[in-house]
């Protein structure tokens, strides 16, 4: 009888042993998610604090916006062989060549033209929480139908109502003084278009621009170290045109850009691509 009353004894206490240590362990667990969740909360409030307290009109932010974006977009980017102008394009119509057919930017809305041309632009609105919205903005709105006011006003509404939202990266300050050297103001004309004023887009075709003009068609510089491009010369006609050739003297192509801007690009054999 003394070792069942032992054994009974000894049972219950083993019990409310376990029954201690069970509530610590929930306990202890408990402070640990507590303790993770306000770490997170932390870190959080740290990251949105940082986005808040920068300065979002800085060459700093502008450099960080054009690497972010052109990235974003499969582009590469050099400072060695790029310029940017900034402006601030808020209340100035979207469409500048009809003006009257446009919706405006919202309030806030910046712009960054890259020199050359073929470099790119970025129109943006800041988020302040470390992203931006990026407008799709035609560089040149070399479509005729831009003249035409329902288009204007149907395409331009479009273009404000669907941005793109790009996530800003994360840039050491070397990297970025790196690019503050190359960022410039814009005047007002500057502010209307990247790289022209209303009077260029008139211009005719000169042996000074018809290099630019194929590189805005391209998209990107003539790539000179894989091909060897001639003199541009102008035909009886007024158009202009210049082939060039592989580092082997081969023809590789050609380029004729008529009087009105529009580029015909053809290949080795004559054929337009």
Same mark, same amino acid.
């Given at each position: ?30 402070? &640990?998610?507590?303790? @993770? ?5 932390? !870190?959080? *409030?740290?990251?949105? $604090? %940082?986005?808040?307290?920068? /300065? ?82 035609? &560089?040149?709105?070399? @479509? ?5 006011? !329902?288009? *204007?006003?149907?395409? $331009? %509404?479009?273009?404000?109502? /669907? ?86 003297? @081969? ?23």
């Amino acid at each position: 009888m003394i070792l069942s009353a032992c054994d009974i004894n000894i049972n219950t206490g083993s019990g409310e042993d376990s029954k201690d240590t069970s509530k610590q362990d929930q306990h202890n667990n408990n402070r &640990s998610s507590n303790d @993770d969740q306000t770490k997170s909360n932390n !870190e959080t *409030s740290s990251d949105n $604090s %940082n986005s808040n307290s920068e /300065n979002i009109n800085s060459p700093e932010h502008y450099a960080k916006v054009w690497i972010s974006v052109i990235e974003n977009n499969g582009g590469n980017v050099d400072p060695s062989n790029t310029e940017i102008t900034h402006a601030d394009v808020s209340g100035k119509a979207l469409n500048p060549y009809n003006e009257s057919a446009s919706v405006t930017f919202p309030n806030g809305t910046q712009a960054l033209y890259g020199t050359p041309t073929a470099a790119g632009q970025v129109i943006y609105k800041d988020n302040n929480d470390g992203t931006v919205n990026i407008y799709d903005v035609p &560089s040149h709105f070399q @479509d005729k139908r831009w003249d035409e006011d !329902e288009y *204007s006003k149907n395409q $331009s %509404n479009n273009i404000l109502n /669907n941005p793109k939202t790009v996530k800003l990266k994360d840039f050491s300050q070397s990297e970025l003084d790196n690019w503050v050297p190359v960022i410039s103001e814009s005047n007002e004309s500057q502010a209307q278009d990247s790289s022209e004023s209303d009077s260029d887009k008139d211009t005719s075709v000169t042996r000074k621009n018809v290099i630019d003009i194929v590189e805005e068609y391209e998209g990107h510089s003539l790539n000179t170290s894989q091909y060897t491009y001639k003199e541009p010369e102008q035909s009886d006609d007024g158009d202009w045109g210049f082939s060039f050739t592989d580092k082997n003297g @081969d023809l590789a192509g050609s380029y004729i850009i008529d009087q009105d801007r529009n580029v015909t690009k053809y290949d080795e054999d004559g054929e337009p691509e």
